[in-house]
Protein backbone atom coordinates (compact mmCIF):
# COMPACT_ATOMS: atom_id res chain seq x y z
CA UNK A 1 0.00 0.00 0.00
CA UNK A 2 1.49 3.18 -1.34
CA UNK A 3 -0.05 6.71 0.35
CA UNK A 4 0.25 10.13 -0.70
CA UNK A 5 -1.26 13.12 -0.05
CA UNK A 6 -2.77 14.52 -3.63
CA UNK A 7 -0.37 15.54 -6.29
CA UNK A 8 2.57 14.38 -4.37
CA UNK A 9 3.18 11.58 -6.88
CA UNK A 10 1.62 8.23 -6.66
CA UNK A 11 0.57 8.36 -10.01
CA UNK A 12 4.36 8.80 -11.01
CA UNK A 13 5.27 6.57 -9.06
CA UNK A 14 3.01 3.70 -10.54
CA UNK A 15 3.93 4.79 -14.42
CA UNK A 16 7.82 4.89 -13.14
CA UNK A 17 6.98 1.02 -11.63
CA UNK A 18 5.65 0.40 -15.54
CA UNK A 19 8.04 2.21 -16.97
CA UNK A 20 11.25 0.47 -15.00
CA UNK A 21 9.69 -2.94 -15.03
CA UNK A 22 9.50 -2.92 -19.08
CA UNK A 23 13.08 -1.41 -19.56
CA UNK A 24 13.95 -4.43 -17.32
CA UNK A 25 15.04 -2.45 -14.76
CA UNK A 26 12.85 -3.72 -11.86
CA UNK A 27 10.67 -6.57 -10.65
CA UNK A 28 11.54 -8.75 -13.40
CA UNK A 29 10.42 -11.93 -11.46
CA UNK A 30 7.13 -10.39 -12.68
CA UNK A 31 6.08 -11.58 -16.21
CA UNK A 32 2.98 -9.30 -16.18
CA UNK A 33 2.75 -5.72 -14.95
CA UNK A 34 -1.20 -4.39 -15.16
CA UNK A 35 -1.43 -0.88 -14.19
CA UNK A 36 -5.55 -0.68 -13.45
CA UNK A 37 -6.17 3.67 -13.48
CA UNK A 38 -9.16 3.28 -10.73
CA UNK A 39 -10.27 6.76 -11.90
CA UNK A 40 -11.20 5.58 -15.44
CA UNK A 41 -14.46 5.01 -16.28
CA UNK A 42 -13.60 2.01 -18.48
CA UNK A 43 -11.63 0.47 -15.85
CA UNK A 44 -14.55 0.90 -13.21
CA UNK A 45 -17.21 -1.00 -15.53
CA UNK A 46 -14.85 -4.19 -15.11
CA UNK A 47 -17.11 -6.76 -14.24
CA UNK A 48 -15.15 -9.92 -14.39
CA UNK A 49 -11.28 -11.35 -14.35
CA UNK A 50 -10.69 -11.23 -17.83
CA UNK A 51 -11.77 -7.04 -18.36
CA UNK A 52 -8.85 -6.71 -16.57
CA UNK A 53 -6.69 -7.93 -19.22
CA UNK A 54 -8.55 -6.45 -21.74
CA UNK A 55 -6.64 -5.97 -25.13
CA UNK A 56 -8.37 -4.56 -28.26
CA UNK A 57 -8.78 -8.23 -29.33
CA UNK A 58 -11.36 -9.41 -27.60
CA UNK A 59 -9.77 -12.86 -28.29
CA UNK A 60 -6.29 -12.66 -26.91
CA UNK A 61 -8.44 -11.09 -23.63
CA UNK A 62 -9.79 -14.24 -23.64
CA UNK A 63 -6.73 -16.16 -24.06
CA UNK A 64 -4.73 -13.93 -21.33
CA UNK A 65 -6.97 -14.26 -18.63
CA UNK A 66 -7.73 -17.69 -19.02
CA UNK A 67 -3.78 -18.58 -19.06
CA UNK A 68 -3.38 -15.83 -15.64
CA UNK A 69 -6.30 -17.59 -14.11
CA UNK A 70 -5.01 -20.99 -14.59
CA UNK A 71 -2.02 -19.88 -12.76
CA UNK A 72 -3.99 -17.88 -9.96
CA UNK A 73 -2.04 -14.63 -11.21
CA UNK A 74 1.36 -16.23 -10.43
CA UNK A 75 3.88 -13.65 -11.24
CA UNK A 76 1.54 -10.90 -11.83
CA UNK A 77 1.72 -7.72 -10.33
CA UNK A 78 -1.51 -5.74 -10.21
CA UNK A 79 -1.39 -1.95 -9.81
CA UNK A 80 -4.28 -0.23 -8.64
CA UNK A 81 -3.36 3.29 -8.79
CA UNK A 82 -6.02 5.99 -7.23
CA UNK A 83 -7.85 3.62 -5.15
CA UNK A 84 -9.33 6.20 -3.32
CA UNK A 85 -10.56 7.72 -7.03
CA UNK A 86 -12.66 4.41 -7.08
CA UNK A 87 -16.59 5.09 -6.49
CA UNK A 88 -17.14 4.06 -2.72
CA UNK A 89 -19.35 1.20 -3.93
CA UNK A 90 -16.89 -0.36 -5.93
CA UNK A 91 -14.58 0.13 -2.96
CA UNK A 92 -17.21 -1.26 -0.18
CA UNK A 93 -19.60 -3.59 -1.97
CA UNK A 94 -19.08 -6.66 -3.76
CA UNK A 95 -16.88 -5.79 -6.85
CA UNK A 96 -13.81 -7.51 -9.23
CA UNK A 97 -11.42 -5.32 -7.30
CA UNK A 98 -12.21 -6.55 -3.81
CA UNK A 99 -12.65 -9.85 -5.03
CA UNK A 100 -9.17 -9.45 -6.32
CA UNK A 101 -7.81 -8.05 -3.10
CA UNK A 102 -9.75 -10.80 -0.91
CA UNK A 103 -7.78 -13.06 -3.08
CA UNK A 104 -11.36 -14.84 -4.18
CA UNK A 105 -9.27 -14.31 -7.97
CA UNK A 106 -6.13 -14.30 -8.85
CA UNK A 107 -4.68 -15.00 -5.16
CA UNK A 108 -0.90 -15.39 -6.06
CA UNK A 109 -1.19 -11.98 -8.07
CA UNK A 110 0.75 -9.49 -5.86
CA UNK A 111 -1.04 -6.03 -5.67
CA UNK A 112 0.45 -2.72 -5.29
CA UNK A 113 -2.27 -0.12 -4.02
CA UNK A 114 -1.62 3.60 -3.94
CA UNK A 115 -4.35 5.99 -2.45
CA UNK A 116 -4.66 9.05 -0.82
CA UNK A 117 -5.00 8.53 2.73
CA UNK A 118 -8.73 8.91 2.94
CA UNK A 119 -8.90 5.59 1.87
CA UNK A 120 -5.93 4.19 3.72
CA UNK A 121 -7.62 3.68 7.18
CA UNK A 122 -9.92 1.31 5.15
CA UNK A 123 -7.83 -0.42 3.44
CA UNK A 124 -5.70 -0.70 6.79
CA UNK A 125 -8.72 -2.48 8.38
CA UNK A 126 -10.89 -4.23 6.30
CA UNK A 127 -7.31 -5.98 4.63
CA UNK A 128 -5.18 -6.03 7.43
CA UNK A 129 -3.87 -9.64 6.42
CA UNK A 130 -3.30 -9.04 3.05
CA UNK A 131 -0.85 -5.67 3.78
CA UNK A 132 2.43 -6.71 3.57
CA UNK A 133 4.04 -2.78 3.22
CA UNK A 134 2.53 0.70 4.21
CA UNK A 135 4.66 3.16 2.67
CA UNK A 136 4.07 7.12 2.33
CA UNK A 137 5.26 8.92 -0.61
CA UNK A 138 6.50 12.10 0.61
CA UNK A 139 7.29 13.85 -3.19
CA UNK A 140 10.35 14.95 -4.66
CA UNK A 141 13.22 17.60 -3.93
CA UNK A 142 14.18 20.21 -6.34
CA UNK A 143 17.04 17.89 -6.90
CA UNK A 144 14.84 15.16 -7.48
CA UNK A 145 13.00 16.77 -9.85
CA UNK A 146 15.68 17.87 -11.67
CA UNK A 147 16.85 14.14 -12.05
CA UNK A 148 13.63 13.05 -12.83
CA UNK A 149 13.40 15.00 -15.70
CA UNK A 150 16.58 14.38 -17.36
CA UNK A 151 15.91 11.04 -17.13
CA UNK A 152 12.89 10.81 -19.04
CA UNK A 153 13.25 13.64 -21.06
CA UNK A 154 16.72 13.31 -23.28
CA UNK A 155 16.62 16.28 -25.35
CA UNK A 156 18.55 19.17 -23.07
CA UNK A 157 17.15 22.16 -24.86
CA UNK A 158 13.40 20.83 -23.94
CA UNK A 159 14.56 19.79 -20.57
CA UNK A 160 16.17 23.87 -19.84
CA UNK A 161 12.15 25.03 -22.02
CA UNK A 162 10.61 22.77 -19.15
CA UNK A 163 12.07 24.30 -16.74
CA UNK A 164 11.74 27.91 -17.66
CA UNK A 165 7.83 26.78 -17.97
CA UNK A 166 7.41 25.89 -14.45
CA UNK A 167 9.61 29.22 -13.39
CA UNK A 168 6.78 31.09 -15.44
CA UNK A 169 3.88 29.46 -13.70
CA UNK A 170 5.36 27.96 -10.05
CA UNK A 171 1.77 26.83 -8.88
CA UNK A 172 2.17 23.73 -11.40
CA UNK A 173 4.55 22.46 -9.12
CA UNK A 174 2.63 22.80 -6.13
Do not use: M
Not at 30 to 37: C, D, H, M, S, T
Not at 51 to 68: M, Q, R
Not at 100 to 116: D, E, F, G, M
Request: hydrophobic content about 35%; some cysteine.
Amino acid sequence: LVEGAPGIGKTTFAWEVCRKWASGEILQEYGLVVLLRLRDKRVQEVKTVFDLFHYTNPELSNAVGKEILHHEGESVLLLYEGYDELPRKLQKQQSIFLDVLHKNYLPRATILITSRPSATGYLCWEFKEQISQHIEILGFTKGDIISYVHDVIEDEQVCRDFFQYLKCYPYIRG
